[in-house]
T-cell receptor
Framework: NAGVTQTPKFRILKIGQSMTLQCTQD?????MYWYRQDPGMGLKLIYY???????DKGEVLNGYNVSRSTTEDFPLRLELAAPSQTSVYFC??????????????FGQGTRLTVV | KNQVEQSPQSLIILEGKNCTLQ??????????LRWYKQDTGRGPVSLTI?????NTKSNGRYTATLDADTKQSSLHITASQLSDSASYIC????????????FGTGTRLQVTL
């Protein structure tokens, strides 16, 4: 039972570098999400997707991009990394149809430090 | 603005004791309310999920209550164990284009001997 798998678990980037955080789920969930969690703060939504080919921004603006070419994968791209992007990133997935929501399942997180 | 506020921020209790965590929200329209447990360095794990029509739900030693009129929820932990040491996050879902989730900042619980 893999659930939601994120890679890498840890990464250190230099300012201006780029990287992709990988996320895959094997539960056939239609919804996928990327969050960041800063110390002492609640999770903030970066991007979400309601299905393959459809993505939309959350409340965290700028510095990120996503794609959803398949149901299973939802990679998060950081272009031109900045120290403000130092955080723990969580990918999640859930199933939603009409008014029925299932619980969201989270990955183990990626701890990113930008120096 | 949709907000979820939790109290207390942190709590220390002795093993075997009970405790209650609080959550107030201003999310509207309301779809459901969830409680998650997050161990240090791990992703959140769902404990309970309640819709508008449910006012209590249990998961083992965890019991969540919901008062949709006052927009308050609580999570009661019975006979605490050392493994209950974690952050407990209240999350409210509002209806809209997508099932977006509004997260509280969590209550950090430490259970000691």
């Amino acid at each position: 039972n893999a659930g939601v798998t994120q890679t890498p678990k840890f990464r250190i980037l230099k300012i201006g570098q780029s990287m992709t955080l990988q996320c895959t789920q094997d539960m056939n969930h239609n919804y996928m999400y990327w969050y960041r969690q800063d110390p002492g703060m609640g999770l903030k939504l970066i991007y979400y997707s309601v299905g393959a080919g459809i993505t939309d921004k959350g409340e965290v603006l700028n510095g990120y991009n996503v794609s959803r070419s398949t149901t299973e994968d939802f990679p998060l791209r950081l272009e031109l990394a900045a120290p403000s992007q130092t955080s723990v990133y969580f990918c999640a997935s859930s199933y939603s149809r009409g008014r029925k929501d299932t619980e969201a399942f989270f990955g183990q997180g990626t701890r990113l430090t930008v120096v | 603005k949709n907000q979820v506020e939790q109290s207390p921020q942190s709590l220390i209790i002795l093993e075997g004791k009970n405790c209650t965590l609080q959550c107030n929200y201003t999310v509207s329209p309301f779809s459901n309310l969830r409680w998650y447990k997050q161990d240090t360095g791990r992703g959140p794990v769902s404990l309970t999920i309640m819709t508008f029509s449910e006012n209590t739900k249990s998961n083992g030693r965890y019991t969540a209550t919901l008062d949709a009129d006052t927009k308050q929820s609580s999570l009661h932990i019975t006979a605490s164990q050392l493994s209950d040491s974690a952050s407990y996050i209240c999350v409210v879902s509002y209806t809209g284009t997508a099932s977006k989730l509004t997260f509280g900042t969590g209550t950090r619980l430490q259970v000691t001997l």
